[in-house]
């Protein structure tokens, strides 16, 4: 696609539900990233993709955080039984391959995941 | 480990007033430095970036310059405008692993530019 998109953009939940948070990531680019945006913590970095394998999940704030990714481009992110402490807006990036903008990540408009 | 520190907010301007917003950072490597904006209600954008010691981003009349003597990255505009009202955040990108570029932000700058 032309951008990255993610869906859905608004989310709200009741505690203790899971939610499923999905990136399309801009054609043909191998690296997938996610943050999340909340008010107490600013940008944060939650996991990376390189292709279908996750090398850095150091981010994820606990075990009820998970990603994954197939066929090397669509990307789920799930939190299981949320809390409202998970709260805020989750954030998708994708990165080319090759050339001088391999360092860039473009970022789509994210969710906003309000957990009641 | 790496961090970014940047001017807190928010600012609030003039139109055509002259911008600074000030940018630090701290890392173990040669990272990129990025500033990324975020108009209401939308996602981050990119507004510029610099990969090396002295090299000068540039977009839209926004520029930074790279200086690793005094690890800054500061933002500047010399003539603001009603529409560049919008969140600002410095960012860094250095390697995790492999190829990953993992990218550290800072609290971000809100400004507001009134007629």
């Known amino acids: 696609g032309a951008g990255v998109s993610q869906s859905p953009s608004n989310k709200v939940t009741e505690k203790g539900k899971d939610v499923e948070l999905r990136c399309d990531p801009i054609?043909?680019?191998?690296?997938l990233y996610w943050y999340r945006q909340s008010l107490g913590q600013g940008l944060e970095f939650l996991i990376y993709f390189q292709g279908n394998s996750a090398p850095d999940k150091s981010g994820l704030p606990s075990d009820r955080f998970s990603a994954e990714r197939t066929g090397g481009s669509v990307s789920t992110l799930t939190i299981q039984r949320t809390q409202q402490e998970d709260s805020a807006v989750y954030l998708c990036?994708?990165?080319?391959?090759?050339?001088?903008?391999?360092?860039?990540?473009?970022f789509g408009p994210g969710t906003r995941l309000t957990v009641l | 480990g790496n961090s970014v520190t940047q001017m807190e907010g928010p600012v609030t301007l003039s139109e055509e007033a002259f911008l600074t917003i000030n940018c630090t950072y701290t890392?173990?490597?040669?990272?990129?430095l990025f500033w990324y904006v975020q108009y209401p209600g939308e996602g981050l954008q990119l507004l510029l970036k610099?990969?090396?010691?002295?090299d000068k981003g540039s977009n839209k009349g926004f520029e930074a310059t790279y200086r690793k003597e005094t690890t800054s990255f500061h933002l500047e505009k010399g003539s603001v405008q009603v529409s560049d009202s919008a969140v600002y955040f410095c960012?860094?990108?250095?390697?995790?692993?492999?190829?990953?570029?993992?990218?550290?932000f800072g609290s971000g700058t809100q400004l507001t530019v009134l007629p």
């Open positions: 610099a990969t090396k010691a002295d």
């Open positions: 990036a994708s990165v080319s391959p090759t050339g001088v903008g391999t360092d860039t990540q473009y």
């Open positions: 890392a173990t490597g040669y990272p990129s």
């Open positions: 054609s043909g680019h191998t690296a």
């Open positions: 960012a860094l990108s250095d390697r995790v692993s492999g190829s990953a570029r993992q990218l550290t």
